[in-house]
């Protein structure tokens, strides 16, 4: 008997002749397409992917959301819409219990608690969770500005960003808090507000312990102890810790007031300054006092405020240790310092 090994291999189905020309006029014919899609926004993509990718080029979008009208490409990207309307967010974070609506917004997430920064900036070492903000954040480098708005010219580093700052010129404000009925234009803010009510505060500092809503704002509080500033400004040479605070600061050399109020014409360098000072109109005040019931304009106020009653005094001089609760109250006492030492000065002479 001869062994299995010598036995002759099965021949391989055969294909006609005109099947056989079928196929390879369809691999070639997407070949060529794929070429042609190269040429025009440079990226290959594996057969099973290469649908979706031909819709972002002919606007080819079958999938329309029966509520709102929105159309998309692909299926997947309507399901995901679906969950704005609906409010579903399936995927939990088991270590803080948050929600999401996207897998991958866990997983960006995840690495807060982990702290891990896998995407570092070739050019300055600065890593980040996410790699979207890694790309956003190659443009500061390059001061790459691609998205511009077509009323006032302001210039962005995100389509995103670009977005949000259209609704500044059409006052859209989509996006309402079930509790108190107040609105905002992007549903991140809403959720950050949301927090205001339910007292939710995540994030919390390891060198002092206070407690934040966002990472972002942790982010901006860990500068106040490590004292970074690393936005300078080229007119005076004053720095800052945060790049909007530059920008506010540059007005002050411009003379530039972009921000104005409605009712009595009064005009602003910051956005948050014109909303406080609008409340002087309204008597509204928001920001409430747990403790003693008292209401103030600014959650600056309130934070104050709420020293009073912990005793809390975080600002402290370098040079006698004193402490106090405002900075502005430390800023005032640093000058009798100064002024000692001229007088001491001039005594002298």
Same mark, same amino acid.
């Given at each position: ?66 509520? *709102?009208? %929105? ?6 990207? #309507? $399901?995901? =819409?679906?969950?704005?309307? @609906? &409010? +579903?967010? !399936? /995927? ?115 060198? *002092?312990? %206070? ?6 704002? #942790? $982010?901006? =509080?860990?500068?106040?102890? @490590? &004292? +970074?500033? !690393? /936005? ?118």
């Amino acid at each position: 008997m001869s062994s299995s090994l010598d036995q002759e291999e099965p021949e391989p189905p055969q294909i006609k002749e005109e099947e056989e020309d079928h196929c390879s006029s369809q691999e070639e014919e997407q070949l060529l397409v794929k070429q042609e899609i190269k040429s025009e926004c440079e990226e290959i993509f594996v057969i099973h992917n290469f649908s979706t990718q031909m819709k972002k080029h002919t606007e080819e979008k079958n999938y329309s959301c029966e509520i *709102c009208g %929105k159309d998309f490409t692909v299926s997947s990207r #309507l $399901t995901v =819409h679906m969950r704005t309307h @609906t &409010g +579903e967010r !399936p /995927f939990l974070c088991k270590l803080c219990g948050k929600t999401f609506k996207h897998s991958g917004s866990l997983k960006a997430h995840t690495r807060t608690h982990t702290g891990e920064k896998p995407y570092s900036c070739t050019l300055c070492g600065k890593s980040f969770s996410r790699n979207d903000s890694l790309t956003s954040h190659v443009k500061t480098h390059t001061s790459e500005r691609p998205f511009s708005c077509e009323q006032c010219g302001k210039r962005f580093i995100k389509s995103g960003s670009l977005k949000v700052h259209m609704k500044s010129h059409t006052d859209e404000r989509p996006f309402f808090c079930e509790i108190c009925g107040k609105s905002f234009n992007r549903n991140a803010s809403l959720n950050i507000h949301r927090k205001s009510h339910t007292g939710e505060k995540l994030y919390f500092c390891k060198t *002092c312990g %206070k407690r934040f809503f966002t990472s972002s704002s #942790l $982010t901006v =509080h860990m500068k106040t102890h @490590t &004292g +970074e500033r !690393p /936005f300078s400004c080229e007119t005076c040479g004053k720095s800052f810790n945060l790049s909007w605070s530059l920008k506010a600061h540059m007005r002050t050399h411009t003379g530039e007031r972009p921000f104005s109020c409605i009712i009595c014409d009064r005009s602003f360098t910051c956005s948050s300054t014109l909303k406080a000072h609008v409340r002087t109109h309204t008597g509204e005040r928001p920001f409430t006092c747990k403790m003693c019931g008292k209401g103030f304009k600014r959650n600056a106020s309130l934070e104050a405020h709420v020293r009073t009653h912990t005793g809390e005094r975080p600002f402290s001089c370098d040079m006698c240790g004193k402490s106090f609760t405002q900075s502005g109250n430390l800023t005032a006492h640093m000058r009798t310092h100064t002024e000692k030492s001229y007088m001491i000065m001039y005594s002298t002479y």
